[in-house]
């Protein structure tokens, strides 16, 4: 990240991490969290120990953690695969893959960690320019 700012310098650009927020279910709706029983906890983003690392701070106990690589398409097969790992547990995944996933399995326990961007660095900026970029 630091060398990709110092390529940036002199251009507009923001420093943020994520932070875990609020348990979610396939719907979108607010759940009482975490998880109540160990989770199998699905991933397909860029860094999937990340997001698990969140989902473990944020309370839930991952029984196992299957990552898949950025933008997975997940496929009919590999969603009834991951079913049957979970065993009629939750299933600990994110908003990106919820939207993949829910469709495939709709009776699924899905439990999504709803992520947070914190600026650490450089919001006013970022704001300006897309303001500047907005009608």
Not at 20 to 38: F, H, I, S, V
Not at 103 to 119: E, Y
Request: charged share 20%; aromatic share 6%.
């Amino acid at each position: 990240a630091e060398t990709e700012a110092a390529r940036l310098s002199g251009r507009r650009s923001a420093r943020v991490h994520l932070r875990p927020g609020a348990w979610l279910g396939a719907d979108g709706a607010e759940r009482t969290g975490p998880p109540p029983a160990p989770a199998l906890a699905v991933a397909g983003v860029g860094r999937p120990a990340d997001f698990f690392d969140q989902a473990a701070a944020a309370g839930a106990r991952l029984a196992e953690t299957l990552a898949f690589p950025d933008h997975h398409p997940y496929r009919a097969a590999e969603v009834a695969e991951l079913l049957r790992l979970a065993a009629g547990g939750p299933l600990v995944t994110t908003a990106k893959d919820a939207v993949k996933l829910a469709p495939l399995a709709p009776d699924a326990d899905l439990w999504v960690l709803d992520q947070q961007v914190v600026f650490e660095s450089g919001e006013g900026g970022l704001l300006d320019a897309v303001d500047g970029v907005l009608p």
